[in-house]
């Protein structure tokens, strides 16, 4: 599987070298990354920048970030496991790679982030059984040493956090993420808290201060976006618009018509009752989202009508009173489909979203094709 819907970003631009930077989960289970020159309009070769572990399966995709200096960081390799970390040799150039000491534990899903010219990576970590929080990590000076580590997110014992996209604004980080309760196994409901990553302070969408750890009782009381009662919910991604106003959207296994994925919106005081985009027919088929203004919203989602993960891609356009289906894709091949797709962080027009083929029937598969697309079609 190249991608990985809640391993973020997998794409990335840089308007010094107008250049946009792709990582993705190729053949032998190894991370790659590739460049694209927005000046030549066209693309480097790939570069595989390590192996992954023998026992590595597809969870382990790889994120990247670039620092303030121009040194590419990529995460990958991980879960349930040590996360592995390589850091490119030289500012702006992919062609050779450090490997750096590995954060050891049972991470997962690694997001790292750049803020106030300061490294931030979240990562999912196991307690210890049916038990995994989410996790912060920090670096001032580019990765050469790490602090942190810190839980900001903990449901307790019995149930695991699935943190979906982050985002920025400000100095602030936002996460959404759904609770799976292991007893049920179910992923249930949507919550929402910004961290201000300079204290380490949490706080609800409403100002309310959380502290240093979201726990069980104030996700519930304080950053609970939507409640799905005993249904399901995946996959939450926060994104605002040109204004700052604040969405999120999230995949729901609605009573009435299933698996479908909602939005809302907060309005400076609550949040709006989440209303349904489009039927995306699977628990995994994925989702992203490009929020101009609030009437011009991008969404791209991978919809299947037979059950399964993967599918065809939508794109979908919304004008300030409904959505309309723009185009859709699909693989010339039969035996796989299209999943994940993955917004480049600070895209420009011309590139704006990659994803990629999925094999249903192998989801380890790692002869697959990748895709990057923009307002004048593939790239």
């Excluded at 995994?132 to 997110?153: A, M, P």
């Excluded at 936002?174 to 808290?193: F, I, M, Q, S």
């Excluded at 009508?305 to 919304?318: F, I, M, T, V």
């Amino acid at each position: 599987m190249p991608f990985y819907d809640i391993i973020q970003p997998q794409g990335l631009y840089v308007d010094t070298t107008h250049s946009t930077y792709v990582v993705w989960q190729g053949k032998g289970i190894a991370s790659y990354i590739c460049e694209y020159s927005h000046k030549d309009k066209s693309w480097g070769s790939s570069v595989k920048i390590r192996d992954h572990p023998a026992e590595a399966d597809y969870h382990g995709g790889p994120s990247l970030v670039r620092d303030q200096d121009g040194y590419i960081h990529v995460f990958y390799g991980s879960h349930g496991s040590n996360q592995l970390y390589s850091r490119s040799k030289s500012p702006d150039d992919i062609t050779a790679w450090e490997h750096r000491a590995s954060f050891e534990g049972g991470f997962t899903y690694p997001k790292p982030v750049v803020v106030d010219g300061r490294l931030h990576l979240f990562m999912r970590r196991n307690e210890g059984g049916p038990y995994n929080v989410e996790t912060h990590y920090r670096s001032k000076d580019n990765g050469e040493n790490w602090q942190g580590g810190e839980v900001i997110i903990d449901h307790g014992e019995g149930w695991t956090v699935y943190t979906g996209g982050i985002a920025t604004r400000g100095d602030e980080i936002h996460l959404g993420w759904v609770a799976h309760d292991h007893e049920t196994g179910k992923r249930l409901n949507v919550y929402h808290a910004r961290l201000n990553p300079a204290t380490g302070n949490l706080r609800a969408a409403d100002g309310t201060d959380i502290g240093s750890r979201v726990s069980a009782d104030e996700a519930e009381a304080v950053c609970k976006v939507f409640d799905s009662g005993e249904s399901q919910c995946s996959t939450v991604r926060c994104k605002f618009d040109r204004k700052g106003a604040l969405y999120l959207f999230f995949k729901h296994n609605d009573p009435s018509e299933g698996w479908v994925l909602k939005w809302t919106k907060w309005d400076g005081s609550s949040w709006r009752t989440p209303q349904t985009i489009t039927s995306v027919g699977h628990k995994y088929n994925s989702h992203e989202e490009i929020v101009s203004t609030a009437s011009d919203i991008k969404a791209y989602v991978t919809c299947s009508d037979r059950g399964r993960r993967s599918g065809k891609l939508q794109r979908l356009e919304y004008d300030g009173s409904e959505w309309s289906l723009i185009e859709q894709f699909r693989s010339s091949d039969d035996g796989v489909g299209i999943n994940n797709p993955q917004i480049v962080r600070n895209h420009v027009n011309e590139l704006e979203v990659v994803f990629a083929e999925e094999d249903y029937e192998d989801i380890e598969n790692g002869d697959l094709r990748t895709f990057a697309y923009g307002e004048g079609g593939f790239v």
